[in-house]
């Protein structure tokens, strides 16, 4: 009883650390994830906020050609998320717990992520400087605020859930410059 109790106690924790508590996606948003993601998709795929790992695994095992990234800093979904990949005999994912926000992206290929909005605020600077052109990002239910999504689809659920489907493009770099002259400016001396 003693377990459960910490268990219990370290999912409250983190979910008020994190500002959200880890959510699984459900069964239709993730065939629409999986609809979205181009099959000839190569190289890095990440998982930030990668909670109990129900998204990272089937990607991988849907994407041996890939290396699949799950972040979670939260330990029980991190453990869970581990376990649930060796059951599963899928060697293409890795789960590390540590903070999204101070780890690299510069290698993505592809971004998924079911956050909240202001974690979407804060990732916007670190997707403009890290992200390459040509990344896609797909968001569970929430928008990168100031981006143009490619793609937006409604989900037929309860909570008419969106999943927004985005390229990063240069465009984003140039609107980024044309924002701050002054670095512009300072940056072609």
Sequence with gaps: M???FWIWLSVVWWTFKNGISPMPTSQAV????????PMSTQGTIYDLGSGWGTLAVPIAR???HCQVIGYENSPIPYLFSKLL???NAVTNVKFLRRDLFKMPLNDASLVVCYLFPKAMERLVQKFNEELK???IIISNTFAIPGWEPAQVYQID?????????YIKSS???QAQDAKEPEKQQTAKC
């Design 2 to 4: 003693a377990v459960i």
């Design 157 to 165: 659920d309860v909570y008419r859930t969106r999943v927004y489907v």
């Design 62 to 64: 849907a994407m041996p």
């Design 133 to 135: 052109p040509g990344t």
């Design 85 to 87: 990949a060796g059951w």
């Design 30 to 37: 993730k065939r629409k994830i999986f609809a979205s993601i």
């Design 171 to 173: 465009s984003y770099l």
